[in-house]
């Protein structure tokens, strides 16, 4: 009997054992399945659109000069450039277009507008040393000197036997000070083109500031030999025979700048001056001849 109930107290001893396993097993894994997975808890998404940062956006400052504008303008790519064109204005597809357009914009003085067309003549036809002059001619026109430096340069070095090209480089020089370098520039247009009134007459002019008369004068009189319509020339004339003290031809000059720019004050100043300089020139030597009769007469 002792026996039976000592197997009895064994069995369910063991029985408690597995009983208290069991309960251990299922506590680990239900632990390992909330703890040790790899997974992320779900994250809540708001869908509010985040505030958009406002930037301000400056006002042009319309007190800028002119020069600023263009300077602005010239920056921009070609393609934006022309969209300053008139609405209704149909824009050339081909060099020789632009080019036409470029001139006719120089001649009725939208210059901005002229280096738009040359600049587009340019990108066609990389070669073309007459839209590098005029684009020049018109920067000219703008004061934009730095700007016609460059293109005029670009012509110079696509041809260096094109006189025009050298008579615009030499207006630039000048223009930017440098006398020396527009004397040579005009004095290469001469040799490449002699009868050029333009660039004899531009020469002259530096010569008079530089109080070179004689050298002035010669290249003066070649320039009316072969225009002889253009009144600043005789003007030119005029001013530097009166420096070498020939009266009478400054007088002509004068008279002859006067006859084709009938509004030109300054030639008639000039004249009035020369006048009264001639005149009081006779009455001294009407004066001193008198003088001289009288001492013979003694």
């Given at each position: 009997m002792q026996n039976l109930n000592d197997r009895r107290r064994n069995d369910n001893r063991r029985m408690t054992i597995i009983i208290g396993g069991s309960a251990l097993v299922m506590l680990l894994a239900f632990v390992t399945f909330k703890?040790?997975?790899?997974?992320?808890?779900?994250?809540?998404?708001?869908?509010?659109?985040?505030?958009?940062?406002?930037?301000?956006?400056?006002?042009?400052?319309?007190?800028?000069?002119v020069e600023v504008e263009i300077e602005a303008v010239e920056q921009e790519p070609v393609q934006e450039i022309v969209s300053i064109?008139?609405?209704?204005?149909?824009?050339?597809?081909?060099?020789?277009?632009w080019y036409q357009k470029g001139w006719k914009d120089y001649k009725?003085?939208?210059?901005?507008?002229?280096v738009t067309?040359?600049?587009?003549?340019?990108?066609?036809?990389?070669?073309?040393?007459?839209?590098?002059?005029n684009m020049a001619r018109a920067q000219i026109k703008l004061g934009n000197f730095s700007e016609a430096e460059v293109a005029i340069n670009n012509a110079v070095t696509l041809d260096s036997t094109?006189?025009?090209?050298?008579?615009?480089?030499?207006r630039v020089s000048y223009?930017?000070?440098?006398?020396?370098?527009?004397?040579?520039?005009?004095?290469?247009?001469?040799?490449?083109?002699?009868?050029n009134p333009y660039a004899l007459n531009n020469l002259a002019l530096i010569y008079i500031q530089q109080e070179k008369?004689?050298?002035?004068?010669?290249?003066?009189?070649?320039?009316?030999?072969?225009?002889?319509?253009?009144?600043?020339?005789?003007?030119?004339l005029g001013i530097v025979s009166e420096r070498l003290g020939k009266l009478g031809e400054a007088r002509m000059a004068f008279e002859a700048a006067i006859e084709f720019d009938p509004d030109s004050e300054k030639?008639?100043?000039?004249?009035?001056?020369?006048?009264?300089?001639?005149?009081?020139?006779?009455?001294?030597?009407?004066?001193?001849?008198?003088?001289?009769?009288?001492?013979e007469n003694l």
């Open positions: 703890g040790g997975s790899d997974e992320q808890s779900p994250v809540s998404i708001s869908t509010r659109p985040a505030p958009i940062a406002q930037v301000e956006t400056p006002d042009f400052d319309k007190s800028l000069p064109a008139k609405p209704e204005e149909k824009l050339p597809t081909t060099a020789a277009g009725s003085g939208a210059y901005q507008d002229a067309s040359f600049t587009e003549v340019t990108l066609l036809q990389p070669e073309r040393i007459k839209a590098y002059t094109y006189a025009d090209a050298y008579l615009v480089k030499g223009s930017l000070g440098n006398l020396d370098g527009a004397v040579e520039s005009y004095t290469r247009s001469i040799e490449l083109s002699p009868e008369f004689v050298e002035a004068h010669e290249l003066l009189l070649e320039a009316i030999e072969h225009k002889n319509d253009v009144a600043y020339f005789h003007n030119n030639s008639a100043k000039s004249l009035a001056r020369v006048t009264a300089l001639l005149k009081q020139t006779k009455e001294d030597r009407v004066l001193v001849n008198h003088e001289s009769l009288q001492d």
